[in-house]
């Protein structure tokens, strides 16, 4: 099983370029979320999804954008990249809204702005 | 509000000793969540907690929800090598928001 799936693992971008992070899940889940990790600061939300076609902003949305076209993907977005952006981005999804069971997360993306 | 405190931020240990990280927060919650982060992966759900006094245990992991229902701990016996990594605790929030984390505690084993 491959659970939650990001694409890509690594990637270094110059200031102002743009880019788009890939997450899929194969669990037919319906709740889907993107965390971005920086050293001491934890888990910090971005952005969320509560079903396909849904977005909801989080905890730090800016400079972010991000689309649920289908149930099993969630794109995270950065149209102008900033060094405050490096940091690890993690995708999860979950079955219940209310995360009583957990999330599964994805193995990550590294991204550096350079 | 209805933040969790992680302590300690990180700690060093000898391979072999035991373990104690707990996590609190002015809040009540009815779910506590733990997982661990090993180098270059995802977090991992490692023990749910769902009643207050509920002890629980993986392999030799312990968990237990504290009464007052606004604090967590995490026990590990004998630590290993393998034991390295980031723990948080994590709960739900009401109104069905995403999860709330931990800062996390960073766990290094000295062999």
């Known amino acids: 099983n491959a659970g939650v799936t990001q694409t890509p693992k690594f990637r270094v971008l110059k200031t102002g370029q743009s880019m788009t992070l890939l997450c899929a899940q194969d669990?037919?889940?319906?709740?889907m979320y993107w965390y971005r990790q920086d050293p001491g600061m934890g888990l910090r939300l971005i952005h969320y999804?509560?079903?396909?076609?849904?977005?909801a902003k989080g905890e730090v949305p800016d400079g972010y954008n991000v689309s649920r076209l289908k149930k099993q993907n969630f794109l995270l977005g950065l149209e102008s990249a900033a060094p405050s952006q490096t940091s690890v981005y993690f995708c999860?999804?979950?079955?219940?809204?209310?995360?009583?069971?957990?999330?599964?997360f994805g193995s990550g993306t590294r991204l550096t702005v350079v | 509000g209805q933040q969790l405190n992680q302590s300690p931020q990180s700690m060093f240990i000898q391979e072999g000793e035991d373990v104690s990280m707990n996590c609190t927060s002015s809040?009540?919650?009815?779910?506590w969540l733990w997982y661990k982060q090993e180098p270059g992966e995802g977090p991992v759900l490692l023990i749910a907690?769902?009643?207050?006094?509920e002890l629980t245990s993986n392999g030799r992991l312990t968990a237990q929800f504290g009464i007052t229902r606004k604090d967590s701990f995490l026990n590990i016996s004998a630590s290993i090598p393998s034991d390295v990594g980031i723990y948080f605790c994590?709960?739900?929030?009401?109104?069905?928001?995403?999860?709330?984390f931990g800062k996390g505690t960073r766990l290094s084993v000295i062999a």
């Open positions: 999860a999804s979950s079955a219940l809204r209310t995360g009583i069971y957990g999330y599964t």
């Open positions: 669990m037919n889940h319906e709740y």
């Open positions: 999804s509560v079903g396909e076609g849904t977005t």
């Open positions: 809040s009540i919650f009815n779910t």
């Open positions: 907690l769902y009643k207050a006094g």
């Open positions: 994590a709960a739900p929030r009401p109104g069905n928001t995403p999860l709330v």
